[in-house]
């Protein structure tokens, strides 16, 4: 009798897994993204975790991974032009500190919420690992919308909340950077409040300056490196991407330089967009043209569409964007949950063959599974725009050895790093049987470094 009750408790015993997954949603409620990115990462390491349950399971590894070392809220008040205060949320999450520093940017957009910060922190555990570099995992943000606001606003926004994140950041204990709404101009005013405050001159945010102890090309990393890890995927799959039609989403500064090297590769980048509408340039994307409407007007679309007579623009609607338009590689480079089943079987329509993520999870897990299906090449996020945070590790080297290297030293190093990213989730995926599944290459891959110092350091 006992023993079939003991042998039934076996049967309806799930596994580790899946209770982790089953954890994770009661305890963090109402936050979806995170749910998303932890049942992807889990998925993928059920065969390592099946091989090693018993261990993994009594060491509490997955409790651990999945839950923040620190999460800190805090209030940014801040008076705007009017003389009016005005109060955002602020955050950051130190989620993990086995292999480095905290390490992961600073996103502000009103869409930002804790939910959000935990699942992009989760994700940059991952991605930091892949680097190869002694990076942890870590995300910031607010929901404070640089748009429309007078660079004096930005600066008493970005002065408060550095009043108050200075006291938990260093250059050996978590180094922030940029991420979406954030980039240069609101790293400097961060920095300078930061050395206001603490009097240290350290490396203690990336994406800083040239003229402050900011790297050469890490301006240019993301979008490179997504290309640079294409160009790689393409390679070992018998293609090439000299030629291509390239879809690209958003026009920040991911997906900027995204199209600036897939023009240097010789491909035909035709699309970018923004949160309001999206351009298809049957001539290629007019980089300078871009950068300038982006980077220095701050304006929409509207305006590159009207300097620019080959290009139409259309305005964002459900079944109008980008991923209508006919393409072999495309590039999500705006943000989370971008791209959905119905694009995916769009693009699949079309021909497309690689889609290769610069955004955070830019596609739904229902879109990534179709794709792979479909025999589209799809290398994730964690890995195809890990060449941000990798050139931050490089600012990082530099300002702890007061030198700074040469725009070649620094891009040439990017591009090893990219090259070897990709090998290591394409040797993990075969090793465990998924030959040709990035995705879990990727997880698989960046899970175990950090397992192996987790279980290195004991219980902490
Ligand atoms: P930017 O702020 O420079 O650009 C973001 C772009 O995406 C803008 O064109 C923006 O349009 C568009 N966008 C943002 N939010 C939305 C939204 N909710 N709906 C539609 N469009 C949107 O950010 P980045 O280029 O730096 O970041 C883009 C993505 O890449 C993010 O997922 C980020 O996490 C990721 N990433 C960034 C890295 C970096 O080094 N910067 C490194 C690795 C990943 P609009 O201007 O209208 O808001
Ligand atoms: O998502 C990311 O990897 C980033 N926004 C870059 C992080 C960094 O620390 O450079």
């Given at each position: 009798?006992?023993?079939?009750?003991?042998?039934?408790?076996?049967?309806?015993?799930?596994s580790?897994v899946?209770?982790?997954?089953?954890?994770?949603?009661?305890?963090?409620?109402?936050?979806?993204?995170?749910?998303?990115?932890?049942?992807?990462?889990l998925e993928s390491l059920r065969v390592v975790i099946e091989?090693?349950?018993?261990?993994?399971?009594?060491?509490?590894?997955?409790?651990?991974?999945?839950?923040?070392?620190?999460?800190?809220?805090?209030?940014?008040?801040?008076?705007?032009?009017?003389?009016?205060?005005?109060?955002?949320?602020?955050?950051?999450?130190?989620?993990?500190?086995?292999?480095?520093?905290?390490?992961?940017?600073?996103?502000?957009?009103?869409?930002?919420?804790?939910?959000?910060?935990?699942?992009?922190?989760?994700?940059?555990?991952?991605?930091?690992?892949?680097?190869?570099?002694?990076?942890?995992?870590?995300?910031?943000?607010?929901?404070?919308?640089?748009?429309?606001?007078?660079?004096?606003?930005?600066?008493?926004?970005?002065?408060?909340?550095?009043?108050?994140?200075?006291?938990?950041?260093?250059?050996?204990?978590?180094?922030?950077?940029?991420?979406?709404?954030?980039?240069?101009?609101?790293?400097?005013?961060?920095?300078?409040?930061?050395?206001?405050?603490?009097?240290?001159?350290?490396?203690?945010?990336?994406?800083?300056?040239?003229?402050?102890?900011?790297?050469?090309?890490?301006?240019?990393?993301?979008?490179?490196?997504?290309?640079?890890?294409?160009?790689?995927?393409?390679?070992?799959?018998?293609?090439?991407?000299?030629?291509?039609?390239?879809?690209?989403?958003?026009?920040?500064?991911?997906?900027?330089?995204?199209?600036?090297?897939?023009?240097?590769?010789?491909?035909?980048?035709?699309?970018?967009?923004?949160?309001?509408?999206?351009?298809?340039?049957?001539?290629?994307?007019?980089?300078?043209?871009?950068?300038?409407?982006?980077?220095?007007?701050?304006?929409?679309?509207?305006?590159?569409?009207?300097?620019?007579?080959?290009?139409?623009?259309?305005?964002?609607?459900?079944?109008?964007?980008?991923?209508?338009?006919?393409?072999?590689?495309?590039?999500?480079?705006?943000?989370?949950?971008?791209?959905?089943?119905?694009?995916?079987?769009?693009?699949?329509?079309?021909?497309?063959?690689?889609?290769?993520?610069?955004?955070?999870?830019?596609?739904?897990?229902?879109?990534?599974?179709?794709?792979?299906?479909?025999?589209?090449?799809?290398?994730?996020?964690?890995?195809?725009?890990?060449?941000?945070?990798?050139?931050?590790?490089?600012?990082?080297?530099?300002?702890?050895?007061?030198?700074?290297?040469?725009?070649?030293?620094?891009?040439?190093?990017?591009?090893?790093?990219?090259?070897?990213?990709?090998?290591?989730?394409?040797?993990?995926?075969?090793?465990?049987?998924?030959?040709?599944?990035?995705?879990?290459?990727?997880?698989?891959?960046?899970?175990?470094?950090?397992?192996?110092?987790?279980?290195?350091?004991?219980?902490?």
């Amino acid at each position: 009798m006992l023993f079939s009750i003991e042998k039934k408790e076996e049967d309806d015993a799930m596994s580790y897994v899946d209770e982790v997954y089953e954890l994770v949603v009661a305890k963090n409620p109402a936050q979806p993204e995170f749910h998303q990115a932890v049942k992807e990462v889990l998925e993928s390491l059920r065969v390592v975790i099946e091989a090693n349950e018993e261990k993994y399971r009594r060491d509490a590894l997955l409790e651990r991974i999945v839950t923040p070392e620190r999460q800190l809220l805090f209030r940014v008040p801040w008076v705007d032009d009017k003389g009016q205060v005005q109060v955002n949320n602020g955050f950051r999450v130190q989620f993990n500190s086995a292999i480095g520093p905290y390490k992961g940017g600073l996103r502000l957009h009103p869409s930002v919420n804790l939910g959000i910060i935990k699942f992009l922190g989760f994700e940059q555990i991952f991605k930091n690992s892949l680097t190869g570099l002694p990076i942890g995992g870590g995300k910031g943000g607010c929901d404070f919308d640089p748009k429309g606001k007078s660079d004096r606003e930005v600066m008493a926004f970005c002065q408060s909340f550095m009043t108050e994140l200075h006291k938990y950041i260093g250059a050996d204990t978590d180094v922030p950077a940029g991420d979406i709404g954030t980039g240069a101009r609101e790293i400097g005013f961060m920095y300078g409040q930061y050395k206001r405050l603490t009097g240290l001159y350290e490396g203690v945010l990336t994406g800083k300056g040239l003229s402050y102890g900011g790297s050469l090309a890490r301006t240019e990393a993301t979008g490179y490196g997504l290309l640079y890890l294409t160009e790689e995927m393409l390679k070992c799959n018998g293609k090439e991407i000299a030629g291509k039609t390239v879809a690209v989403s958003g026009a920040g500064n991911v997906a900027i330089y995204a199209i600036q090297k897939a023009q240097q590769l010789g491909a035909k980048p035709v699309t970018c967009s923004d949160s309001t509408g999206w351009i298809y340039d049957s001539e290629g994307i007019d980089v300078a043209l871009l950068k300038e409407v982006k980077e220095v007007k701050r304006a929409r679309l509207t305006e590159y569409a009207a300097a620019r007579p080959s290009a139409q623009y259309h305005e964002c609607a459900p079944g109008s964007n980008v991923w209508t338009v006919k393409c072999d590689i495309a590039l999500p480079c705006a943000t989370q949950n971008e791209l959905d089943l119905e694009d995916a079987k769009t693009l699949v329509a079309n021909g497309c063959f690689a889609v290769a993520e610069g955004a955070n999870m830019p596609t739904t897990l229902e879109a990534t599974e179709y794709l792979q299906k479909n025999g589209v090449l799809f290398c994730p996020g964690k890995a195809a725009n890990a060449g941000g945070v990798a050139t931050s590790a490089l600012e990082m080297s530099q300002n702890s050895e007061r030198l700074s290297w040469t725009f070649e030293e620094v891009d040439s190093k990017l591009q090893g790093i990219m090259v070897n990213i990709f090998h290591n989730l394409d040797d993990a995926a075969k090793k465990y049987g998924m030959e040709g599944n990035y995705v879990a290459g990727a997880n698989i891959a960046g899970f175990l470094k950090v397992a192996e110092a987790m279980t290195a350091q004991g219980v902490v």
